[in-house]
């Protein structure tokens, strides 16, 4: 070959394999970008990146913003013109909408509201009609910007002008916990009261609804005072009595009917050696079989029976002590509990149980097997049974233990449970002997509570009831405290109003307020036997007073300084308040109280640090718990009762949502985490439910998942989906209003009077998909407009049966969980939904965040004043990368949380 062939094979290759590398590059950019990378780039497509300098410009020089009028005037209404009119102009008002009437001055005009629509719409892509017209990106942006620029400038005019109020009582959890954080117990105060009603946007703090009557200020003092009885006490120190129950001796009985069968047999079969021989061969292999609910088993012979119960006669019952026994060095018996809640190892107390006190049970386990993966774990319930038809059996036990010890060193596990919390008790145990019908006995359940595989053994087990760890207890000298004024019962009686009234009433009282409550104390003294009995009913008059039960009071004077006329600073007791309310659901501490006195408060960086003093706080898991409850409505969760959700996984899909919330809560993670992210927060049960391996015991824990869109966030947790469905059937409706609702703040209209319901009696709609029984309902006329702007939300979770799971097929058909959304754009199931939620709806689920936290945090719906300060909330997030911790401290330092 020729050198010119040489250059010219070369040459060639050389163009070949660039064409090679140019194809495939652009095969690989033709790939579409994880849903990591679309949770990156959201950013960089934000409307709200020139927000904060907006925002900024709005009233840098001090005067009142003014309508951009000429803007509107030479460039937005030829675009209006030209995309919308046809359809909402002069001649033609579809919806009831005229776009060309509308006032442009958005700060002083009368449709502000209605340019809201149209700004939403537009920002969505809904408007124009992509069947009718194609908007440019660049016009629909300049649409986008002079309304969100007109809307912000109308909402900081109108937040210039005017007032909120926030003026509520306290919601029943608020109540609930500022008792408990008062008296120092953690028990439920709040149990006579009513559930709340929940506002538009699913919250049970709203100003709009929590008001009292005169007959609920009556409930308000007689649960304070029952609560004040409980926390205090006058008298001698109760005796405590002690069970302790080995289980040598709770097997007794069994080991006692197994001699009576061998017994018999030699009796029966005395004349016949050969059949005597065989049936003590039966009876001894039958005595030393696992069984599978709690069984004795002696360890020496390996003998084994199963643990039996009855009511009748409380011939179960063991008797207490008055010494407290030890502990036994050594033992030859123990109970198995095998796993899987097929448990039923009962120790009955009999009636001598107290009504109040502590009750604390202290249990001597190990694992059977210490080679299996995982820790089986226990759970302690209380019961009883009086008759065939009454009875009672409730868990009283917080969380479940984990058992990790081996057997020859076994493991003290101990509960505190308050006697005084469980209801209901047995009501003839006063009234009623032992042994007698109805049975006045009471007993406690050991429960195996694990999702695994592993036995518990157990050998000893004391009960102790009642239990004080100090005589009086810290809750009375919490209230009846150390003075040197304590002999001289007016001034001590003052001196624990003031601190009383202080705490409760989250503010220093006046004068005045102490006088008047002083010269109550005065009146109930000359009635009472004793000193702490007339204080306890002043006390109670505290709790069951408007300055305790109602949100945003303050002092008489500072209420008479108070203007209505402008959205001035709220008072540091006032911001303490909120900030507690907000975090924890209940009362300021003394030190956010020192803080308010003191007026350094609202300083901002006193406020950051208190913000995260208050988050390392273990009260601040109140707030996960309530806002999630409220803001993904999963009260809905707790009315699925299906065969298929045992109790284990109902309970572990309750926790998920708030488990994920605190994860990102504590690490600072985006908030477009709980749209996708790549990891899970799931117990041993909830992992079983999705098809993840390792993950053992009942405690959640984040798991690394392989980046599969199928998991992670919520809208593909199993307890979202099942709360959303029909059983059997999934339900896409259900699912498209929840995610609309909750998590973009975008409510469907509701539908229209008289809508025809799907026709199941029809064979032909009978045998359609769920997916096209949809469709086909979607073209009646009365039903599409809102249906096509609902169903492809809903279709796109069609690949989630009923109970959460993935599925590939519905009956034999494959799933088909494309549909096409209002705008044009295709959402191919789960995938395209997270896809299309994290490229083109990532502001919109970031405002609709904040505006829910924000609506929770000032406990009063927002309106349209509040607009600018979310828009610049959710900017200032964006701006810091998105995370939740940095949204909670920019929704507490911003003008919405510190003014009226």
């Not at 509520?168 to 559930?195: C, I, M, S, V």
Request: with cysteine.
């Amino acid at each position: 070959m020729s050198k010119t062939s040489n250059r010219t094979y070369s040459l060639r290759f050389a163009l070949c394999a660039t064409a090679l590398l140019v194809a495939l590059a652009s095969t690989l950019r033709a790939e579409p970008p994880s849903l990591a990378e679309l949770k990156r780039t959201g950013l960089e497509r934000s409307r709200f990146h020139a927000a904060v300098a907006e925002a900024k410009s709005l009233t840098s020089d001090g005067q009142p913003p003014q309508a951009d009028l000429e803007t509107f005037k030479s460039t937005i209404k030829p675009l209006l013109s030209q995309y919308c009119y046809d359809c909402h102009g002069p001649d033609t008002m579809e919806g009831n909408v005229q776009v060309s009437a509308l006032d442009p001055d958005l700060l002083r005009g009368g449709d502000t509201d209605w340019w809201t629509e149209v700004f939403a719409a537009v920002t969505k892509g809904e408007m124009p009609p992509p069947d009718q017209y194609e908007m440019g990106d660049a016009e629909r942006r300049q649409i986008v910007d002079w309304l969100s620029r007109e809307l912000e400038a109308a909402s900081a005019l109108r937040r210039q002008s005017g007032t909120h109020s926030a003026f509520r009582r306290l919601t029943r959890y608020e109540y609930n916990y500022a008792l408990q954080d008062l008296l120092g117990l953690p028990w439920d105060f709040a149990k006579d009261l009513p559930p709340e009603p929940h506002s538009e946007e699913g919250f049970e703090n709203s100003s709009e609804l929590l008001h009292l009557s005169v007959s609920q200020f009556e409930t308000y003092h007689r649960l304070a005072r029952e609560a004040l009885d409980r926390a205090s006490f006058i008298g001698d120190r109760p005796p405590t009595l002690y069970w302790g129950v080995a289980m040598e001796d709770a097997a007794s009985r069994e080991w006692k009917q197994q001699d009576d069968k061998i017994n018999k047999a030699k009796k029966d079969h005395a004349d016949n050696p050969e059949k005597l021989a065989a049936e003590l061969a039966k009876l001894e292999n039958n005595f030393h079989q696992p069984h599978s609910t709690a069984y004795y088993k002696q360890l020496s012979t390996g003998r084994t029976a199963k643990a039996e119960w009855s009511y009748h006669g409380a011939k179960y019952a063991f008797a207490p002590t008055d010494a407290k026994p030890e502990f036994p060095a050594s033992h030859d018996c123990v109970a198995i509990l095998p796993a899987n809640r097929r448990q039923n190892l009962i120790v009955e107390l009999g009636n001598r149980l107290p009504d109040e006190g502590t009750m604390r049970v202290t249990v001597r386990a190990s694992r059977v097997n210490s080679d299996s993966p995982g820790y089986p774990s226990l759970q302690l319930l209380f019961g009883w049974q009086a008759s065939n038809e009454g009875r009672a059996l409730l868990r009283v036990s917080d969380e479940d233990v984990p058992v990790t010890a081996s057997a020859d060193d076994p493991q003290l596990i101990q509960w505190d449970v308050p006697l005084g919390e469980i209801y209901p008790r047995n009501s003839v145990r006063k009234t009623s002997s032992m042994g007698a019908i109805p049975s006045p006995s009471e007993y406690i359940r050991i429960a195996n509570s694990a999702a695994s595989s592993g036995d518990v053994q157990i050998d000893y087990v004391l009960v102790e009831a009642p239990v004080y760890q100090q005589w009086p207890p810290a809750s009375h000298t919490n209230l009846f405290f150390a003075s040197k004024h304590s002999g001289d019962e007016l001034a001590y009686a003052r001196e624990i109003l003031q601190r009383f009234m202080s705490r409760a009433w989250r503010r220093i009282p006046t004068d005045a307020e102490v006088d008047r409550k002083l010269a109550l104390f005065k009146m109930m003294r000359a009635e009472c036997d004793h000193f702490e009995e007339a204080v306890l009913e002043v006390l109670a008059t505290i709790l069951s007073s408007p300055q305790f039960l109602y949100v945003a009071q303050s002092p008489p004077a500072e209420r008479a300084n108070e203007t209505t006329a402008t959205t001035s600073a709220i008072d540091n007791y006032r911001l303490a308040s909120r900030l507690s309310l907000f975090l924890w659901c209940s009362l300021p501490d003394d030190e956010l109280l020192k803080l308010a006195e003191s007026g350094k408060l609202s300083g901002n960086t006193v406020l950051a640090a208190q913000v995260e003093r208050m988050l390392k706080d273990p009260r601040s898991d109140r707030l996960s718990e309530h806002f999630v409850h409220q803001w993904l409505n999963l009260e809905l969760l707790g009315f699925v009762n299906l065969k298929q959700i045992d109790p284990l996984l109902k309970e572990a899909m309750q926790h998920e949502p708030v488990a994920l919330f605190d994860e990102i809560l504590d690490q600072n993670a985006s908030v477009l985490d709980f749209l996708h992210c790549d990891y899970t927060m799931v117990n041993q049960r909830l992992a079983q439910h999705y098809g993840l391996s390792g993950v053992y015991g009942n405690h959640f824990r984040r798991v690394p998942l392989e980046g599969d869109f199928r998991q992670g966030g919520l809208l593909t947790q199993p307890g979202v989906l099942a709360m959303n469905s029909d059983y059997p059937d999934s339900h896409p409706l259900k699912r498209a209003i929840w995610l609309l609702e909750c998590l973009l703040a975008d409510p469907p209209p509701p539908p229209p009077p008289a809508v025809p319901q799907i026709d199941l009696a029809d064979p032909e709609i009978a045998k359609m998909t769920l997916k096209e029984r949809i469709e086909n309902h979607r073209n009646h006329a009365a039903c599409k407009s809102c249906h096509v702007k609902i169903d492809p939300w809903g279709i796109a979770f069609e690949n989630y049966d009923a109970l959460g799971k993935w599925r590939n097929d519905i009956r034999g058909k494959p799933v088909d969980a494309s549909s096409q959304l209002f705008n044009g754009e295709t959402l191919s199931g789960m995938d395209g939904l997270k896809r299309f939620l994290l490229e083109n709806r990532q502001d919109q689920f970031m405002q609709a965040m904040t505006s829910k936290l924000a609506t929770f945090a000032l406990g009063r719906p927002l309106r349209f004043e509040d607009r600018a300060e979310v828009d610049a909330i959710t900017a200032q997030v964006r701006l810091e990368g998105d995370g939740l911790r940095t949204m909670i401290h920019t929704i507490v330092q911003s003008d919405l949380f510190k003014s009226q």
